[in-house]
């Protein structure tokens, strides 16, 4: 038997040599294989420690050095990293964000403003049994940076490979039977046309040691593009829940089981026992599918679901709250290394079954930088802060956003207060008074007042509009440029606004346990209109704006609450408030 | 012989070509389409160590004939089989052949006409043919989605000389060896088909060589067994291979070979009570004492001695046992290896 096989393989390579030529379409597959991995391989990283230890692969996505990686890779590489490219050069790199969850890095190459970068797919059009490539850097092989190309075929889709804990969860992702080894962590999956369909994170290892198997994962890159932005922002980002749990029933239909009477879903109706139908778009036919559709999407995006109730059907649209407490998330964010926890790079909970593993190799326990090497013009590109894994790119993006509002971000007419009058769609005079020490509304001779200090809490004024007349003080604060004054103000990334809208991105504000949600156009700054909760258990005052606008304010306010139109106002003037009178 | 080596030239011919064109590729794309909804996830018993209590099956009649390899997770009354558009249905036992490790499964349900393999039309492979391999391995595919899809080729079709644990198993007639990773946990009974979707073979649980002790990949020829499906089918008198076979003393790996005296096995229960150990033994080294009462076996209850036995043979040489004890009304823990 072994001398057989033996024979058959002495056999087989001379019988290549003796081979009548292909068939022309055999050799253009062949040819056109061969241009492809000329095409991609530019774009593929071999990411190293600082020191030399731990490492893995990852793709370049933007000529200015953005490139994606596993999380898993840069917990272990630390937050500075060396970036090897098939130009043979070795590259400075820095952590951007992360999404733990996700198994999702974001490291910015620096040096170039021209590097190559790969162009994304969309996972969505792959089918089982399509040809994808793995490139990377497998045990670590690349000396010279070229990387390794393995090719197989998409061997299932929509997997769900269960997390380690909550974390390292990978939802919808690519199965495929391509050789995948310990180092791949974070290279890309490619199509026959050359374009990122996906991040390879892990692989079933069952009996055979770290090493191929043939079942290899890949997070799907259309999840990933979900998250791009919110990475961006610099921050430890989270993935969303409904707030309830979700059961497949005896009969096959799934339902929701328990539900928190604070979710968003509640208020929107959603009850125990009520058959999921569709969510995002999808129909749902098993728990686990469920979790899959979930599982794509960041925390705070708006997503349609459709529900039954007896012979009735529903249509909501449920706001995901986070999938993790603030405290689990904040292990993963960066302190200053003179705090209590210099932690760089804080590895995650290893699984505790020990057949689905992450491909790395196995000396990242010895990864974590030494941040005395960095050079200062690199240390300055981290700045370390609670919740983001690099603040310093929150206020790159906080820059770019606010650069393109009315002014710089910084309206002289708004910055001593401000008076805006108008009317009501139904005619009602008002005049909304906008001042240090309080809001002021007064519509059709009624009164409200929401008063501002340190010892004032912001209230539902006017009544049963969820507090709109705080959100318009925080809305002041960021226009006005005195973002200095709020607890917290930060970019969060982008998402369709009212779940269908168009990609958006969104400002933070933050002050007094109130929360506002501001929505700007991508390109030319328009805004589109704010969401302001008081809290995390009451529905929000909704804010849409329309396209008029006065000294940089939007002039058209329609307001709603809990889904309900509930004034739609018209402002006429804007008149500053004269310092003396409201000085502090 | 010249003939054997004929096969062999040709097959190396084949076997050098690069891959198939962009057209064969939407070609296997559409084969693939259709064939995975005739291929079964079971879920039956097992579900801890070394046992997979999932496997696959593939259907065979239009009438719901389900074939999958014999395994433990048939001794659940009545395994569930997780059809491709993600229906649940229970699945009947028919029969079994146990020359060639299949059983047959009937499912309990409507739903007829199934989509199905046609075994008639089995293709008989050769080295250097291309295949797909179809299968739950790994139990990934755990929503209603398809199973599990690989690539691969031919290398071999010889007679199979291989071992699970210390059984030694063979089929009386050769199979295909391949060349890609198809036999993973819970691939048993799922297909090889060819790039025009006939069926080639089953996929057969997991073996290690014999002489070198790695994990095979192989699938038992259709053409081999599409003559005895029919007959378990037909309900022809085919022996039901009894699960216990495989744990025949014959083939067992006994306590008394690591050291444990255990008290007479009077029973299918009786309880794995230390009633000895031997000196100069693995046992005896690990810190077995006399009335030990054997509680778990790698993270797996023992609830027999017959359990204790199947543990022991089950595992390879080398192989560490982690055993948990009840001794003087505390519980104990201890280690050793299989000599």
Request: overall charge negative.
């Amino acid at each position: 038997m072994t001398i057989r096989i033996a024979a058959l393989l002495l056999v087989s390579c001379a019988g290549g040599l003796v081979a009548a030529e292909p068939p022309p379409s055999v050799l253009e597959a062949e040819s056109a294989r061969i241009a492809n991995v000329e095409a991609i391989s530019p774009s593929v990283v071999c990411i190293f420690g600082r020191d030399g230890g731990g490492g893995g692969s990852g793709v370049l996505i933007s000529r200015d050095g953005f490139a994606l990686t596993n999380f898993h890779v840069t917990s272990g590489s630390g937050d500075f990293m060396k970036c090897g490219l098939n130009d043979g050069k070795l590259y400075d790199a820095v952590i951007v964000g992360i999404d733990p969850t996700g198994d999702v890095a974001l490291i910015k190459l620096l040096g170039r403003d021209d590097f190559p970068a790969a162009t994304l797919g969309d996972s969505d059009s792959l089918i089982v049994g399509e040809w994808v490539y793995v490139v990377g850097n497998p045990f670590l092989l690349a000396a010279d940076f070229t990387p390794t190309v393995t090719y197989g075929i998409v061997s299932g889709l929509h997997r769900y490979q269960y997390p380690a804990g909550t974390f390292l969860e990978y939802t919808d992702c690519i199965q495929f039977d391509t050789s995948l080894n310990p180092g791949n962590s974070g290279g890309p999956l490619f199509n026959e046309r050359g374009e990122v369909v996906g991040i390879n994170g892990r692989g079933s290892f069952e009996k055979r040691g770290r090493v191929n198997v043939g079942a290899g994962y890949a997070i799907s890159i259309n999840q990933i593009k979900h998250f791009l932005d919110h990475l961006r922002s610099g921050r430890v980002v989270d993935h969303g829940s409904i707030g309830a749990t979700v059961l497949t029933r005896q009969d096959g239909t799934v339902a929701i089981g328990s539900i928190l009477e604070t979710s968003d879903a509640y208020r929107r109706g959603l009850r125990s026992g009520d058959e999921i139908v569709t969510f995002a778009g999808r129909p749902i036919r098993s728990a686990n599918q469920f979790q899959n559709v979930l599982g794509v999407y960041p925390s705070g995006w708006m997503l349609p679901l459709t529900y039954r109730r007896g012979a009735e059907t529903h249509d909501i649209m449920v706001r995901l709250s986070n999938a993790h407490r603030e405290s689990e998330l904040l292990e993963f964010s960066k302190t200053p290394p003179d705090r209590e926890n210099p932690q760089p790079g804080r590895k995650p909970e290893s699984d505790e079954d020990p057949k689905e593993e992450q491909p790395t190799p196995p000396d990242e326990e010895a990864a974590a930088t030494k941040e005395d090497d960095v050079p200062s013009e690199l240390k300055q590109l981290l700045v370390q802060k609670p919740g983001f894994a690099n603040y310093r790119f929150n206020e790159i993006e906080q820059a770019r956003v606010l650069e393109s509002l009315p002014n710089g971000g910084t309206l002289p007419s708004l910055a001593a207060g401000a008076v805006l009058s108008g009317r009501t769609e139904d005619g009602k005079p008002f005049r909304m008074t906008l001042a240090d020490r309080g809001v002021g509304f007064d519509l059709g001779g009624v009164g409200y007042l929401q008063p501002l200090g340190p010892a004032e809490e912001f209230i539902d004024e006017p009544p049963g509009t969820g507090g709109l007349l705080a959100a318009a003080h925080l809305l002041r604060q960021i226009l006005a440029g005195s973002r200095e004054r709020l607890a917290a103000f930060y970019y969060l990334g982008s998402e369709p606004i009212d779940g269908i809208g168009p990609q958006v991105d969104v400002l933070i504000a933050e002050d007094q346990g109130g929360r506002l949600r501001l929505y700007v156009v991508r390109e030319g700054g328009e805004l589109l209109g704010f969401d302001f909760s008081r809290g995390d258990n009451v529905d929000d005052c909704r804010v849409r704006f329309g396209k008029p606008v006065i000294s940089g304010i939007p002039a058209e306010w329609r307001v709603s609450y809990g889904g309900e139109e509930i004034l739609d106002a018209r402002v006429e003037r804007i008149e500053p408030l004269r310092p003396s009178r409201d000085s502090r | 012989m010249r003939l054997i080596l004929q096969v062999l030239l040709l097959a190396a011919v084949t076997a050098c070509l690069p891959h198939v064109s962009h057209a064969a590729e939407n070609d296997s794309q559409a084969t693939l389409a259709e064939a995975l909804p005739k291929l079964v996830k079971l879920y039956g018993a097992g579900g801890f160590r070394g046992l997979e209590g999932y496997g696959t099956g593939f259907l065979a009649s239009p009438d719901g004939h389900v074939v999958t390899s014999w395994g433990p997770l048939l001794d659940a009354d009545r395994p569930v089989a997780v059809l491709g558009d993600g229906r649940r249905v229970e699945a009947k036992l028919v029969g079994a052949d146990s020359a060639s490790g299949l059983a047959v499964l009937k499912l309990d349900g409507p739903g007829a006409p199934f989509p199905h393999f046609d075994l008639a039309e089995a293709v008989d492979l050769a080295p250097g043919d291309r295949i797909f391999a179809l299968s739950n391995m790994f139990r990934v595919a755990a929503g209603d989605e398809p199973v599990s899809v690989m690539h691969g080729m031919i290398l071999a079709k010889a007679p199979l000389s291989a071992r699970r644990g210390r059984f030694e198993t063979s089929l009386d007639a050769p199979v295909y060896f391949l060349d890609s990773v198809t036999n993973n946990p819970g691939a048993a009974g799922g297909v090889i088909i060819s790039l025009d979707g006939r069926i080639g073979g089953m996929i057969g649980r997991e073996l290690r060589g014999e002489s070198t002790e790695t994990w095979i990949n192989y699938a038992v020829p259709a053409t081999v067994i599409a003559e005895r499906i029919g007959l378990v089918i037909a309900g022809d008198e085919i022996a039901k291979p009894n699960p216990a076979d495989a744990d025949a003393p014959d083939n067992a790996r006994r306590p008394i070979e690591v050291g444990l005296v255990m008290i007479p096995d009077v029973t299918a229960r009786t309880p794995a009570f230390v009633s000895d150990v031997l000196d100069d033994s693995v046992a005896i080294s690990a810190g077995f004492k006399r009335d030990d009462l054997i509680l778990f076996g790698n993270g797996a209850p023992i609830r027999s001695i017959r359990e204790l036995t199947t543990l022991l043979s089950r595992a390879e040489r080398g192989d560490e046992i982690a055993v948990i004890v009840r001794r003087d009304g505390g519980l104990v823990t201890l280690t050793f290896l299989i000599p």
